[in-house]
Antibody, heavy 119, light 107 residues
Framework: EVQLLESGGGLVQPGGSLRVSCAAS????????MSWVRQAPGRGLEWVST????????YYADSVKGRFTISRDNSKNTLYLQMNSLRAEDTAVYYC????????????WGQGTLVTVSS | DIQMTQSPSSLSASVGDRVTITCRAS??????LAWYQQKPGKAPKLLLY???RLQSGVPSRFSGGGSGTDYTLTISSLQPEDFATYYCQQYFITPPYTFGQGTKLEI
């Protein structure tokens, strides 16, 4: 059974940094792209970033480019999102998601971790 | 970037009704479209991909159609558990992958 478990969310001040993680199990982690998708309170879904499987190509939404860094540790089956220079508008539930079909839609999602940027 | 426009933004319906939600892309996305269902406080759930392919375990009352820039999600006979918010997502070629703004289906 595929499982994705996010952790690391919390309250951070504007301009601060935070790293969220996603522990994966139930599939060959290194073979598949992984992504972060966020949802601000009461708002819709926003794709944030994707990292490819073994090679590790990375892609970012314009709204986070230069501030966020996606990475993965295939030996630990874990995905990360390092978030720097955080802004109030980054406040959201951050979901990790995977695509085990290879077409870049998201067939498995974690339960999400809440990041709140506020002073 | 490809923009996705969903309509309606909200919809009231009754158990047993047939409902259709529309998603329009700003350019041809060649059926690279997925539909998700999200219930309050929960992660989204994949319903369909490639515009019309049903994800394993999803009831057959859900169906998808369309081509080019215009796509639809149809629920043939609403069940109580179907009241939720629905999102389309395009995944044509390369990122950014964009979502529609959502359609809230209410009783």
């Amino acid at each position: 059974e595929v499982q994705l478990l996010e952790s690391g969310g919390g309250l951070v001040q504007p301009g601060g940094s935070l790293r969220v993680s996603c522990a994966a199990s139930g599939f060959i982690f290194s073979s598949y792209a992984m992504s972060w998708v966020r949802q601000a309170p009461g708002r819709g879904l926003e794709w944030v970033s994707t990292i490819s499987g073994s090679v590790g190509y990375t892609y970012y939404a314009d709204s986070v480019k230069g501030r966020f860094t996606i990475s993965r540790d295939n030996s630990k089956n874990t995905l990360y999102l390092q978030m720097n220079s955080l802004r109030a508008e980054d406040t959201a539930v951050y979901y990790c998601a995977t695509d085990t079909v290879g077409l870049q839609f998201f067939d498995y999602w974690g339960q999400g971790t809440l990041v709140t940027v506020s002073s | 970037d490809i923009q996705m426009t969903q309509s309606p933004s909200s919809l009231s319906a009754s158990v047993g009704d047939r409902v259709t939600i529309t998603c329009r892309a700003s350019q041809d996305i060649s059926n690279s479209l997925a539909w998700y269902q999200q219930k309050p406080g929960k992660a989204p759930k994949l319903l369909l991909y490639a515009a019309s392919r049903l994800q394993s375990g999803v009831p057959s009352r859900f169906s998808g159609g369309g081509s080019g820039t215009d796509y639809t999600l149809t629920i043939s006979s609403l069940q109580p558990e179907d009241f939720a918010t629905y999102y389309c997502q395009q995944y044509f070629i390369t990122p950014p992958y964009t979502f529609g703004q959502g359609t809230k289906l209410e009783i």
